[in-house]
Protein backbone atom coordinates (compact mmCIF):
# COMPACT_ATOMS: atom_id res chain seq x y z
CA UNK A 1 0.00 0.00 0.00
CA UNK A 2 2.94 2.02 1.07
CA UNK A 3 4.42 2.12 -2.49
CA UNK A 4 1.20 2.99 -4.27
CA UNK A 5 0.52 6.15 -2.32
CA UNK A 6 4.22 6.92 -3.02
CA UNK A 7 3.37 6.43 -6.78
CA UNK A 8 0.84 7.94 -6.99
CA UNK A 9 2.37 11.55 -5.08
CA UNK A 10 5.05 11.15 -7.57
CA UNK A 11 2.59 11.24 -10.03
CA UNK A 12 1.20 14.57 -8.81
CA UNK A 13 4.55 16.27 -8.92
CA UNK A 14 5.00 19.26 -10.97
CA UNK A 15 8.18 16.95 -12.87
CA UNK A 16 7.16 14.95 -16.13
CA UNK A 17 8.21 11.46 -16.75
CA UNK A 18 11.44 12.38 -18.12
CA UNK A 19 12.32 15.26 -15.16
CA UNK A 20 11.53 12.19 -12.80
CA UNK A 21 13.77 9.98 -14.41
CA UNK A 22 16.79 12.40 -13.98
CA UNK A 23 15.97 12.90 -10.98
CA UNK A 24 15.84 9.01 -10.24
CA UNK A 25 19.67 9.07 -12.05
CA UNK A 26 20.70 12.34 -9.81
CA UNK A 27 19.12 10.56 -6.33
CA UNK A 28 21.19 7.84 -7.07
CA UNK A 29 24.52 9.51 -8.44
CA UNK A 30 24.05 11.83 -4.69
CA UNK A 31 23.17 8.39 -2.64
CA UNK A 32 27.17 7.79 -2.41
CA UNK A 33 26.71 5.18 0.42
CA UNK A 34 23.79 3.80 -1.26
CA UNK A 35 21.30 3.92 1.80
CA UNK A 36 18.13 4.99 0.23
CA UNK A 37 18.92 8.97 1.94
CA UNK A 38 20.84 11.58 0.81
CA UNK A 39 22.50 13.75 3.63
CA UNK A 40 23.45 17.12 3.79
CA UNK A 41 27.33 16.29 3.29
CA UNK A 42 26.73 13.96 0.31
CA UNK A 43 24.51 16.83 -1.37
CA UNK A 44 27.27 19.25 -0.94
CA UNK A 45 29.55 16.80 -1.88
CA UNK A 46 27.95 15.96 -5.22
CA UNK A 47 26.86 19.17 -6.43
CA UNK A 48 30.42 20.45 -5.85
CA UNK A 49 31.84 17.42 -8.16
CA UNK A 50 28.96 19.29 -10.73
CA UNK A 51 31.12 22.36 -10.04
CA UNK A 52 27.99 23.67 -7.69
CA UNK A 53 29.55 24.80 -4.22
CA UNK A 54 27.12 25.24 -1.88
CA UNK A 55 27.81 26.06 1.69
CA UNK A 56 26.70 23.69 4.65
CA UNK A 57 23.78 26.57 5.42
CA UNK A 58 22.16 26.52 2.05
CA UNK A 59 22.18 22.44 2.05
CA UNK A 60 20.70 22.24 5.34
CA UNK A 61 18.02 24.58 3.93
CA UNK A 62 17.69 23.00 1.23
CA UNK A 63 17.80 19.20 2.66
CA UNK A 64 15.27 21.20 5.03
CA UNK A 65 12.84 22.48 2.63
CA UNK A 66 11.82 18.43 1.18
CA UNK A 67 12.64 16.73 5.37
CA UNK A 68 9.17 15.64 6.06
CA UNK A 69 10.42 13.58 8.71
CA UNK A 70 12.96 15.59 10.32
CA UNK A 71 15.98 12.98 10.25
CA UNK A 72 18.20 15.20 8.57
CA UNK A 73 18.58 13.49 5.54
CA UNK A 74 16.06 13.22 2.39
CA UNK A 75 14.28 9.72 0.66
CA UNK A 76 13.70 9.53 -2.58
CA UNK A 77 10.43 10.79 -1.92
CA UNK A 78 11.67 14.00 -0.13
CA UNK A 79 13.82 14.30 -2.47
CA UNK A 80 11.47 14.83 -5.22
CA UNK A 81 9.76 17.23 -3.42
CA UNK A 82 12.88 19.30 -3.27
CA UNK A 83 13.25 19.43 -6.84
CA UNK A 84 9.48 20.70 -6.98
CA UNK A 85 10.09 23.29 -5.07
CA UNK A 86 12.86 24.27 -7.07
CA UNK A 87 11.33 23.88 -10.55
CA UNK A 88 7.96 25.72 -8.99
CA UNK A 89 10.33 28.50 -7.87
CA UNK A 90 12.06 28.50 -11.14
CA UNK A 91 8.55 28.63 -12.85
CA UNK A 92 7.46 31.34 -10.91
CA UNK A 93 10.67 33.86 -11.63
CA UNK A 94 11.32 35.83 -14.46
CA UNK A 95 14.08 37.47 -15.47
CA UNK A 96 14.96 41.00 -15.05
CA UNK A 97 18.19 42.80 -15.94
CA UNK A 98 19.28 39.58 -15.95
CA UNK A 99 18.41 38.30 -12.92
CA UNK A 100 15.84 35.76 -11.82
CA UNK A 101 13.00 37.90 -9.93
CA UNK A 102 10.00 36.40 -8.06
CA UNK A 103 6.73 37.26 -9.83
CA UNK A 104 5.65 38.96 -6.50
CA UNK A 105 8.51 41.18 -6.25
CA UNK A 106 8.19 42.82 -9.46
CA UNK A 107 7.11 46.59 -9.57
CA UNK A 108 3.44 47.01 -10.10
CA UNK A 109 1.53 49.79 -12.04
CA UNK A 110 1.76 51.22 -15.30
CA UNK A 111 4.47 50.29 -18.02
CA UNK A 112 5.89 54.17 -18.86
Known amino acids: MENSRNSSSLRESYLDEKELQKTQELFAKLDVDKNGFITITELQKGLSAKGLRITTEKAKRLVGRGDDDLDGRLSFQEFVTVMNV ?13 KAQPRDSLPRGPIT
Not at 86 to 98: E, M, N
Request: aromatic share 0%; proline share 0%.
Open 86 to 98: LKRSTATSISVGG
